[in-house]
């Protein structure tokens, strides 16, 4: 059974920065088997959003993808061996709040769709204060 394990996110004050990781378990057979590990997050009363992903491909490797309008604040990194992404949040701004979910789906094909991942964390809470 897949099983995605978040770790980090909490309470910090506007412009402080937070670390998220997600480890996936039973994702694939293969060490070299496709898979894509993403972000997404979700404010209140709002859809959940693309933060960004990274995605193995067993024929041409690793590429990592982060939402255009993150870029510059956050960044994302992959230990793709052991099925693990990391999202580096700096500059926090109190509209980055939000419950931040790890997702999975099994093919190199990144997407930020939401609904196209198969597999999902239980979310980790993101509070910035003004």
């Known amino acids: 059974q897949v099983r995605l394990q978040e770790s980090g996110g909490g309470l910090v004050k506007d412009g402080a920065y937070l670390s998220l990781s997600c480890a996936a378990s039973e994702l694939t057979i293969a060490i070299y088997d496709d898979y894509t590990m993403g972000w997404f997050s979700q404010a209140p009363e709002k859809e959940r959003e693309f933060v960004g992903a990274?995605?193995?491909?067993?024929?041409?490797?690793?590429?990592?993808y982060l939402s255009d309008s993150l870029k510059g604040r956050f960044t994302l990194a992959a230990d793709y061996a052991k099925r693990e992404v990391f999202l580096q949040m700096n500059s926090l701004n109190p509209e980055d709040t939000a419950v931040y979910y790890c997702?999975?789906?099994?093919?190199?094909?990144?997407?930020?769709?939401?609904?196209?991942?198969?597999?999902w964390g239980q979310g980790t809470q993101v509070t910035v204060s003004s």
């Open positions: 997702a999975a789906r099994r093919s190199a094909t990144t997407s930020t769709v939401a609904l196209e991942y198969d597999y």
């Open positions: 990274a995605s193995w491909s067993g024929r041409s490797g690793g590429r990592t």
